[in-house]
Structures are given as structure tokens and as C-alpha cells.
């Protein structure tokens, strides 16, 4: 009992046990337990690659520290993405904004959370995976605080617009400690797992973080109308309780704090692994799969914050005729955010068997092909295609995320293979782009919102004109109405850019790690690992 705590017999786990002596020689027991110190949550000894080691109590340690980093993980996920429901609601809470500046609403803490994820990767092995943890779940409070406080209250209510802004912004910002702890907690775990399990380890890591976007996109649009009569909820403006958005996570977030303090444990190992970070730093393939990963999670977690705006301001006829989707509107990014959180792990999987270099080309292709249907859809004024569109480039940048994830082990391994160097000093190179390539990629999301935010410009320069001299509210209503009808097309510029970048990334993924042949000896390729 509590084998994982301390040896039945009071001697040090993981020790070497004398055994009797026979002639001169003495025999040693290998060790098949960890090694612990110091608060009994640093284990000094982590082998996991020992067989026995492993299925004696490595695995049950493993499992219970995945399990709490997905909590905390699907949180920080959750949190990062929960001004997208925030900013569609301003409008219904009092708060005027131009389309321009709810891009920016939604973009900081895209941005934030970007930032963040590198100093979070370097933040296991300075505090260790246990503590950072638990400060990292206790950070999300911020958000959720400042959210329940400043942004329903009449102080805000009151000042101007400008001030409002920067004040929506400064709380925004905070979200985007959510963003940070992907990084950490995929670095974390990769060092409780042995090679052989790490692809499934990090995948349902990963996919537990991702559906924390799908479920606050579910459940904050029903949460923030709890107690709005039925027929209110139906009306283009209604009441709503923006502060129960951030009230309904605190919780959890304490209950994951907690859990992670009293349950995870920190390895000694992961502590004395900075070296890695620099040396992934320098080698050019690093650089490869974070450009690769800016398209394919870029694209995840940029549309998850962009598509209710989006498809708020090119479809608002038809959200006129559509009460309930208009109300629901951020309920729609929940099943995209789904399919590509559902996605990551199968495009893991098959990158196993065909190889994930092959795996995220077609990705890419199909990312390319369906958003040139999604302009298609904005050119005729068609929701259902455009939103189809969408759930197939969810779909494609879901599985690309996994397959892009699973080259990592397997470049550096044919690495250290084709250089002779040492295998451990390569997979910790592995374990280090795992969080360099999360935090590079994750910049692809506010790429995205800032081309969306670029291609409206003209639409709110035409709205600011057009109103500047209108007083009555009707009038005002009927001239945007008018607006946005002629300017419905507004996205189609920044799809485009998107298109064209699917193109060239297909390529460099095709060219890096499956070309065989064409200018082979010239640009050696990775083909031939099967990458």
C-alpha cells in the first residue's frame, strides 16, 4: 500500500537492496521504484524506460500525474478562449465596439497566450512540473475575477469610450495566462513517459487542453443568460449576466490547484534539463515544425477566437431570420473546437502508420481546399456552405496538429541516428521543441485574428462615416444594416492570405520530410525515415 510514497520496509524508495552475499560476490535488486526526497513529491530516480521499473509503479505515477495536467490544462484552454463569448455580448451588456476593436478584444490574450508559452516551457524545469502547476492553475483566478468584477460593473459603465477599451483590454490580456500552459504542461508529461507511450500520453494531454475550447464555448452562452425569461433571450438585444462567465470557473480552477499541489509530482530529471532548450533552439528543424505548427494549431485556436465575429458580421441576415443562432452564436465555434480536439489524437494515430510528414501535407491540402470553398460561401451569401467549410478546416488543422506532434520524436531520433550522438541528449531535444514549436505556434492564432481585423478596416471606416452625423436610433440601425450588407464580402481578402499560406506549408512539408527524389543530393531530404 502507498508503494508510490515510501518502501514497506522504511528504507529510501528506489534504493539498490543487498541481497544476501554468496562467496565474495554480493548481489543487487535493480531499482523498480522511484526515488524519492526532500516533500515526498520529488522523485529523483525516474526510469521509464526499465520495464519493471515502469509496470512496478512508473505507469500508476504517470497516469495520475497525466490526468491532473489535463485538468489543468483543459482550464487554461477554456479561460483563454472565453472572451470570444465575452466580446459578441458587450453589445447586449451596454459596451459599444466597433468590429475593429473586438478583433483586438480577441486577439490580446491570443497574443498574450503566445508570449507566455515559452517563459511557461523554461518554468518546469526552474520550478518543477508539480509546483508550476499549481501556480499556473492558480493564475487563471485573475481572469475570472477581473471578469466578474470590473467588466459588468456600472464604474465601467461610466466611462469613456476609450477608457472602456483599454480597460476591456488590460482584462482581456489576463485571460491569456490560459494560453501559457499548454507548453508546460505537454513538456511536463513527456518526461513521465517512455518513448514508446509518449505520442499517446501527449495526445490525449493535448486533446484534454483543446476541448476545454469546445466546452466554454458551449456552456458560457447558456450560463450568462441563466435567469433571462425565454422571450427576452430572443430579442436581437437582451440581458445578460457577463459576470456569471467568469464566477462559473472558479471552482474548478481552485479545486485544480489543489489536486495538482496534493497529487502531481515534480522530476529531478526535467529540473536539470535546461541545456536542451538552447540546443533545440539552434538546430534548423526546430524552426521547420514551429512554422508547420503556426499553420496547423495556429489555425485551430485562430478560428476558435475569430469564427463567432466572423461569421457575426458577413452572415447578419441571416442571423436576423435565426434568433437562436444569433443568441447561441458562440456555440457554433464549440463544434469546430470539437471536431479538432477529437481530431488531434487520430491524426496522431494515423501518422503511425503513413508517416506524419505525408499525413500533414494532406492536411494542408485539405485546409487549402476547403477554405477556397469558404470563400465561396462568403461570395454567395451562403451560411451553410461557409460553416461546413469551416467544420473541414477544424477537422484538417485537428489532425494536423497531432501529426505535426508526432514528426517531433521522430526527426531528432533519425537525428542522433545520422549524427552518432548521444539518443537521451536527442530525445530531450524532442521534449524541448515540444514546447518551443506549442509556443511558436500558437502566434499563428493572432496572425489570423489580426488579418481578420485588417480585412474590417474598411467596414468600419464606411460605418464611422456613414453615422457620424445620424442622431436617431432607427436611422442608426438601418445604416448599419445597410453597411454591413454591402460590405458582407469584407473576409474574403483575408481568407485568401490563409489559402495561400496552406499552399506554400503543404510544400515545405512535402519538400523537408517526404520528397525521395527530386533534388535529393543537392537539399538532402527526411524522406527516408519516413518522418
Known amino acids: 500500500v502507498g508503494a508510490d510514497r515510501e518502501c514497506l520496509d522504511m528504507r529510501p524508495c528506489g534504493s539498490r537492496?543487498?541481497?544476501?552475499?554468496?562467496?565474495?560476490?554480493?548481489?543487487?535488486?535493480?531499482?523498480?521504484?522511484?526515488?524519492?526526497?526532500r516533500s515526498g513529491h520529488w522523485i529523483d530516480h525516474w526510469e521509464p524506460e526499465n520495464e519493471a521499473f515502469w509496470e512496478r509503479s512508473g505507469k500508476r505515477i504517470a497516469r495520475r500525474n497525466l490526468i491532473f495536467s489535463i485538468f489543468a490544462e483543459h482550464l487554461g484552454f477554456s479561460?483563454?478562449?472565453?472572451?470570444?463569448?465575452?466580446?459578441?455580448?458587450?453589445?447586449?451588456?451596454?459596451?459599444t465596439l466597433s468590429l475593429g476593436e473586438q478583433f483586438l478584444l480577441t486577439?490580446?490574450?491570443?497574443?498574450?497566450?503566445?508570449l507566455l508559452r515559452l517563459p511557461y516551457t523554461f518554468a518546469v524545469p526552474r520550478f518543477g512540473g508539480r509546483t508550476w502547476t499549481t501556480i499556473s492553475a492558480s493564475l487563471l483566478l485573475i481572469p475570472c475575477v477581473l471578469l466578474a468584477v470590473v467588466v459588468p460593473s456600472h464604474w465601467l459603465a461610466h466611462q469613456s469610450h476609450d477608457a472602456q477599451l483599454w480597460i476591456l483590454l488590460a482584462c482581456a490580456a489576463t485571460a491569456g495566462f490560459g494560453g501559457?500552459?499548454?507548453?508546460?504542461?505537454?513538456?511536463?508529461?513527456?518526461?513521465?513517459y517512455p518513448e514508446g507511450k509518449k505520442g499517446l500520453a501527449l495526445g490525449l494531454n493535448a486533446a484534454g487542453g483543446n476541448l476545454g475550447v469546445a466546452i466554454c464555448q458551449l456552456i458560457v452562452p447558456l450560463v450568462i443568460i441563466v435567469g433571462v425569461p425565454a422571450a427576452a433571450v430572443e430579442l436581437p438585444v437582451h440581458p445578460v449576466h457577463l459576470a456569471y462567465a467568469g464566477l462559473v470557473w472558479m471552482p474548478f480552477i481552485v479545486l485544480a490547484a489543489v489536486c495538482a499541489w496534493r497529487r502531481m509530482d515534480s522530476l529531478t530529471e526535467a529540473r536539470s534539463d535546461r541545456d536542451s532548450y538552447t540546443r533545440a533552439l539552434s538546430h534548423g528543424q526546430t524552426w521547420v515544425i514551429s512554422l508547420l505548427y503556426i499553420g496547423t494549431f495556429g489555425s485551430f485556436i485562430g478560428y476558435s477566437f475569430a469564427l463567432p465575429l466572423v461569421i457575426k458580421n458577413t452572415f447578419p441576415e441571416f442571423l436576423a431570420h435565426h434568433s437562436f443562432i444569433a443568441t447561441y452564436l458562440a456555440g457554433l465555434g464549440f463544434t469546430g473546437a470539437l471536431i479538432g480536439s477529437v481530431a488531434r489524437p487520430v491524426g496522431g494515430w494515423v501518422s503511425d502508420r503513413l508517416g506524419g510528414g505525408r499525413v500533414t501535407v494532406l492536411c494542408f491540402v485539405g485546409m487549402a481546399a476547403f477554405t477556397a470553398t469558404a470563400i465561396i460561401g462568403v461570395e454567395r451569401h451562403s451560411f451553410a456552405l461557409f460553416f461546413g467549410s469551416y467544420m473541414f478546416v477544424f477537422l484538417f488543422s485537428g489532425a494536423g496538429n497531432g501529426s505535426t506532434y508526432r514528426m517531433i520524436p521522430s526527426i531528432f531520433a533519425e537525428l542522433g541516428r545520422r549524427s552518432g550522438g548521444d539518443p537521451l541528449d536527442y530525445r530531450r531535444r524532442s521534449a524541448a521543441v515540444i514546447g518551443i514549436a506549442g509556443a511558436i505556434g500558437a502566434f499563428g492564432g493572432f496572425l489570423i485574428q489580426l488579418a481578420f481585423r485588417q480585412a474590417s478596416l474598411p467596414v468600419v471606416?464606411?460605418?464611422?462615416?456613414?453615422?457620424?452625423?445620424?442622431?436617431?436610433?432607427?436611422?442608426?440601425?438601418?445604416?448599419?444594416?445597410?453597411?454591413a450588407?454591402?460590405?458582407?464580402?469584407?473576409?474574403?481578402?483575408?481568407?485568401?492570405?490563409?489559402?495561400?499560406?496552406?499552399?506554400?506549408?503543404?510544400?515545405?512539408?512535402?519538400?523537408?520530410?517526404?520528397?525521395?527524389?527530386?533534388l535529393a543530393r543537392r537539399f538532402p531530404s527526411l524522406a527516408s525515415a519516413t518522418i
Not at 483563454?80 to 451596454?94: D, F, H, K, M
Not at 501559457?180 to 513521465?192: R, V, Y
Not at 460605418?463 to 445604416?479: C, D, F, N, R
Request: charged share 10%.
Open 17 to 37: 537492496v543487498a541481497a544476501p552475499t554468496v562467496g565474495a560476490m554480493t548481489i543487487t535488486e535493480p531499482i523498480t521504484t522511484p526515488e524519492r526526497t
Open 79 to 95: 479561460i483563454w478562449v472565453l472572451w470570444t463569448v465575452v466580446v459578441i455580448n458587450l453589445g447586449n451588456a451596454g459596451i
Open 107 to 114: 486577439a490580446v490574450p491570443n497574443l498574450i497566450g503566445s
Open 180 to 192: 501559457g500552459n499548454f507548453s508546460s504542461s505537454m513538456s511536463n508529461i513527456s518526461f513521465f
Open 461 to 483: 471606416d464606411a460605418m464611422a462615416k456613414a453615422t457620424k452625423t445620424i442622431t436617431s436610433k432607427p436611422e442608426l440601425v438601418a445604416a448599419k444594416a445597410q453597411i
Open 485 to 518: 450588407a454591402a460590405h458582407s464580402t469584407w473576409s474574403v481578402a483575408a481568407l485568401w492570405i490563409f489559402l495561400a499560406c496552406y499552399v506554400i506549408l503543404a510544400g515545405v512539408t512535402w519538400f523537408v520530410y517526404v520528397r525521395s527524389s527530386l
